[in-house]
Each structure stands twice: as C-alpha cells, then as structure tokens.
C-alpha cells in the first residue's frame, strides 16, 4: 500500500491470508488487542486496589461511584470509535490507503473536538450528577474532586483512544499495545507516589488514581506518535493527518451512521449501570465498594469476550472490503470458538480463586460477602455476552447497525433493569445481580435470530 509515492509500514495481520487456518490469523490479532484491553483496565484496577488499601473504603466507593458516569461520558466516543474502525476496516480490505488515512484524520479531530466538550460541560454537571445518582452523603465531595478531575482528561484520552482504534482497523493491534505497557507501568508507579506523597510528591488522596493515570498515559501517547513516524507507519501522524483533522463533513457523517447506534446501545448500557447503582446504593457503601471492586475483576472476564467481538468486526469488515464471502463465515465461526475457548478458562480461574482475587481490594468482610456473591450470580454468564458481542459486531462491519441497537437496548431496559427491581424486592442485594444474566441470555437470543435469518442470507447474496 502506498501514500504520496512513499512505501507505508503496517505491521498488522492480513485477514485475506489463507495460507494458514483463520482462527490462528485472528489470535495473533487477538491476543495483544486483548492485552491492550487489559492494560487499560488494569491501571485503574491496581489504582482502586492503592486506594482501597492505602486510603478505605470510603475512599475506594468514591471512585465506585463515579465508574456508571466515567462510562457514560466515554459512550459516544466508544459509538464513533466502532464506526471508524469499518470504514478503515472496510477501506484497507479495498486497498484505499488514502481513504483510511482521510476518515482516521476526520475521526481524529472531531474527537479532539468532543473531548474539550465533555471537559466543560462534566465540570459543571458533575455534583448535581451525583447528587441525583443518590451517591451517599459521605464520599459525595471527593466523588464530586475525581469526577471533574477524570473529565478534564478528555482532550488528552479521547484522540489517544481513538489513535489506538484505527490502527486495529488495518490489523496492527501490535503497535498499541506496545505503547499501553509503558502508559500502565507508570500509571502504576505513579498512582500510589502520588497518594502516599513519595519522592517529594503532593499527597493527593483518591485524585492521585485520575492524575497517576493521565501522565502515564500522556508520556505514553507522545511516545507512540514519535515511533508511528519514525517508522514510517500508515497512520503516522504528519501534514497529511493534521490537515484531514479540519472535518471531512461526508466522512464524519458516515462514521457517526455507523457509529451513533453503537454510541447509544453504549449509552444505554451505561444508564442501566446508573440505574443499577441507584439501587446499590440503597444498601449503602459497603454494597457500592462491593460492585466496584467486582466491576474491575469482570473487566477482565469481559474484556476478552468483547475484544473477540472488536476482532471479529474488523476481520469481517476487512471482507467485506474485499469482497469474500466464503472468509467471512470463517471469521464468524473461528470467533465463536475462541469465545467460549478463552472465556472457560478464564471464567473458571475466577471462580476457583475467588476470595484471594477479592482479598486484593477489600478488607471488610461484609464488604465481600457482597461482592463475592455478586461474581457466583453473575461470571458464568459472560459466554453468553461474549458470543453475543461476536454476532452483533460480524453485523455491525457491514455497516448494519440498527437492530444490533434495538436488541441490545431491548435487553437491557426491558430485561435486566426490570429483572434486578423486581428480584431486588425478592431476595435483596442478590437480587440486583440476576438481571445481568437474564438479559445476556435474551440478546443472545436475539442477535442470533437476525444474524441467522435476515442479515446472513442478505450479506452473503450481496457479496456472492
């Protein structure tokens, strides 16, 4: 592939190569985009494990209680990221190396754009946010300091993210993986100076996880940049990319078609976490430090499972690109199997060692007895989610979109928000955690029927 006359590195993987099995082309892929997924979260696991250690419980369900407004505030961005990611996927399979460079630069500004957005507008909505998420009196103040801390971040993460996305769209998952290692590694030296105040460092209580974690991630990304030039990568940012950051309006348009369902099933999601929190909530902060320490250890059950949907999206938008059907079915089934491959073993590691895991980041014992029955209802049923991400994102990488949404959307507000009401008066805090296996089981259910009896046999006609 060639850019203004000059030969472009890309040290990705080729979806198109047959001459060795497709599920081995995709765990080369998969496996450092799944240990990207786990070094990001794994910053802010082993920073809630410094703060629940070094700082209690109050200060650890201050963080808990801003993750449901953290992940709605990055939804939209995750719906743009999804539909950039095809057009890229879609444009490298076709061979048109200036087209995935023009909706990379696009992509790249518009994010810029939105993160300066949300940076002003969370600094304002921060407390009354809170304060209607019912956040307990008690750590509202410092979930108020991280919340308008985490989101003047914005700026700085949103084009990272974004960076990291459209280069997995030309199959390099290598390359940003590489640059998340360093960014970990010194999120996790530096999150526990800042709290303890080492080397001379202010000490900044439950602010040192946010500040920890964006210089890691600063020093991370420039240095990411720097090699992206150095060795002449296809997505290298240079006078090309800076000027394809002043939006391409049809492009944008494209990316956010594709994107904004996603966004909003995204969004969705993240109002039924708000929603499930208020009900956490009722039970005080031992049950929110409870579901936020259990959100970090699914992290990395779910993690997986969605970086096998990402990678079955990009391998089959890359088909679809270049028009072969008969690979397409292969991404579909190989996909399939390494979901349930990688998600027993690892699903079957937590629940063995269950209580050490938990012993990482909480003390209290009524504290893990909550949190502990929280993963015996719920971890098994990540199969399930996992091979429903697998469905919806083959669909969603040839730009089918919407139902993916409505079923995804109906899963939620009409299953699992209702389920955990309604067994929440049956049987307590227990009960909160049925409706997320419910609700994988539907959409499950329901990806599948479309995948099978509508989307496949019109998919396959078209590029037959």
């Keep these: 592939m060639r850019s203004n006359g000059r030969k472009m590195r890309n040290p990705g993987v080729n979806v198109l190569d047959t001459s060795k099995p497709m599920w081995r082309t995709m765990l080369i892929f998969l496996v450092p985009l799944m240990l990207s997924n786990v070094m990001q979260s794994a910053s802010q696991t082993l920073a809630s494990v410094f703060v629940g250690r070094m700082l209690g419980v109050d200060a650890l369900a201050a963080m808990s209680a801003v993750f449901p407004v953290f992940f709605l505030l990055f939804s939209f961005l995750i719906g743009i990221a999804t539909g950039s990611t095809i057009l890229i996927g879609q444009a490298f399979g076709a061979q048109d190396t200036a087209r995935v460079k023009k909706v990379a630069g696009t992509v790249l500004g518009a ?104 210089l890691g991630q600063a020093i991370s990304f420039a240095a990411f940049l720097i090699t992206l030039s150095r060795q002449n990568h296809l997505l290298k940012f240079d006078g090309e990319m800076a000027r394809d950051m002043l939006v391409d309006w049809s492009i944008l348009w494209t990316v956010m078609r594709v994107g904004i369902p996603t966004g909003i099933q995204v969004i969705m999601v993240s109002l039924a976490e708000i929603a499930l929190i208020t009900f956490v909530n009722h039970y005080g902060p031992h049950a929110t430090a409870a579901y936020g320490a259990v959100n970090q250890i699914v992290g990395y059950v779910q993690f997986p499972a969605m970086s096998i949907g990402i990678t079955a999206s990009i391998f089959g938008a890359q088909c679809i690109g270049a028009r072969r059907e008969d690979l397409l079915r292969m991404v579909v089934r190989s996909a399939v199997a390494l979901n349930y491959v990688i998600g027993i073993v690892l699903i079957g590691a937590c629940y063995l060692a269950s209580w050490s895991i938990l012993g990482w980041f909480l003390t ?101």
Excluded: C
């Design 111 to 214: 994010t810029f754009a939105f993160g300066v957005g949300i940076a002003v507008v969370g600094w304002f909505v921060s407390p009354t946010l809170l304060m209607w998420l019912g956040t307990p009196p008690s750590i509202l103040a410092s979930s108020d300091a991280y919340l308008r801390l985490v989101v003047l971040t914005a700026p700085l993460i949103f084009p990272y993210i974004s960076y990291t996305t459209f280069l997995r769209g030309t199959g390099d998952a290598q390359t940003p993986f590489y640059f998340l290692i360093v960014g970990t590694v010194l999120s996790i030296v530096l999150t526990p100076a800042f709290i303890a105040g080492w080397f001379g460092l202010p000490h900044l209580g439950v602010l040192a996880a946010v500040v920890g974690g964006t």
């Design 364 to 464: 209290n014992t009524e504290t893990l007895d909550i949190a502990h029955a929280l993963l015996m209802i719920t971890l098994w049923s990540y199969l399930l989610f996992g091979n429903s991400a697998v469905i919806s994102g083959v669909v969603r990488s040839s730009g089918a979109v919407l139902w993916p949404m409505i079923n995804g959307i109906f899963a939620i507000w009409a299953v699992e928000v209702p389920s955990a009401y309604y067994f929440m008066h049956q049987y307590g805090i227990d009960g909160i955690w049925y409706g997320y296996p419910i609700s994988y089981a539907v959409v499950l259910a329901l990806q599948f029927s479309y995948y099978e009896f509508f989307w496949k046999r019109r998919t396959h006609a078209r590029l037959a």
